[in-house]
């Protein structure tokens, strides 16, 4: 969803359950800026607590933990503002922005470290990027393509093997890159070795969050059952339960907290805690929401 105000909030919105009730707001509003072009989903966190944002205008804009606009930097492209994920902080504390062909490391003063071509896009979505926790970029369009803190580009594996009609992810944990095209998800080493690939019961994976350290999240689309919703993925690949979020369109990533419930939304409002065993522990309706809109 397009907006121009990047708004930061602890607790987003008073809560009711679906019966009605209303419920204590337990966090307020730490502050609220205008941004001068709406954003590109999604916000990207640093470490050292810089919020980054793409702008539709182009620009990659840093906000500082009191809600201040630090600078812009003007040249990443022109970005439709209903692509998918295409930007996240790096240990360092750099922001790494997939756009167009090419992948940018911007330094968190808003210089440009390094630029990587990583060859042809699909047209239907942009690549997307994630990142090990030694500084290893990995990018997921057209191929899987893994790229070093001086970005040179290591290995690239499934070189021309992903067609326009898929969608792919991407989810690093450890040495283990998770990467999804349509409904094959892969287990690869951050050396670049495929381990394993499992087809799941779904026509899409479109989201993909390590959740427990040990777990996959995967928000997955087209069931042949009928619903979408999430699954949560074993190290095996295999799937452990499946939780179906019906009503509106839902968000392609999750929360999880220190108990290991998982947290989500829809686009009609609905904000739900899943236990471990894939049960509802809760549902309540968000207030002001709007039905169809885009969660994140």
Same mark, same amino acid.
């Given at each position: ?70 600078? =812009? ?38 210089? =440009? ?33 893994? !790229?070093?803190?001086?970005?040179? !580009?290591?290995?690239?594996?499934? =070189? ?53 350290? =040990? ?82």
């Amino acid at each position: 969803m397009a907006t121009r105000l990047l708004i930061i909030l602890v607790f987003l919105l008073p809560l009711r359950s679906l019966a009605g009730e209303q419920a204590t707001p337990s966090f307020a509003l730490r502050w609220r800026t205008q941004l001068p072009a709406p954003a590109v989903e999604p916000i990207a966190l640093s470490r050292q607590g810089l919020v980054y944002v793409l702008g539709s205008d182009g620009k990659l804009r840093a906000v500082d933990s009191l809600g201040r606009i630090l600078w =812009e930097y003007p040249a990443v492209g022109k970005l439709p503002p209903t692509y998918p994920s295409n930007l996240m902080a790096a240990p360092d504390g750099s922001a790494i922005v997939a756009a167009g062909t090419n992948i940018y490391s911007i330094s968190s003063s808003g210089q =440009e470290l390094w630029k990587a071509s990583v060859g042809e896009q699909s047209p239907h979505w942009l690549s997307k990027v994630a990142c090990s926790d030694t500084g290893l970029i990995f990018c997921a369009s057209r191929s899987l393509v893994a !790229i070093d803190s001086s970005g040179k !580009i290591v290995w690239k594996l499934f =070189e021309n093997q992903i067609k326009d009609e898929g969608h792919s992810d991407i989810a690093v944990h450890g040495s283990l890159i998770f990467f999804a095209v349509s409904n094959i998800l892969h287990k690869i080493s951050t050396d670049g070795v495929l381990i394993k690939s499992q087809q799941l019961p779904h026509t899409k994976i479109f989201g993909l969050s390590v959740i427990d350290g =040990e777990h996959l999240l995967a928000a997955v689309r087209d069931d042949p059952r009928g619903v979408t919703g999430f699954s949560k993925i074993d190290s095996d690949l295999s799937e452990v339960w499946f939780y179906s979020l019906q009503g509106g369109d839902f968000g392609d990533s999750a929360s999880v907290d220190p108990t290991g419930r998982v947290f989500v939304n829809n686009g009609d409002g609905v904000f739900a805690a899943i236990d471990k065993s894939g049960l509802s522990a809760w549902r309540r309706q968000t207030v002001g929401s709007q039905a169809g809109g885009h969660p994140s």
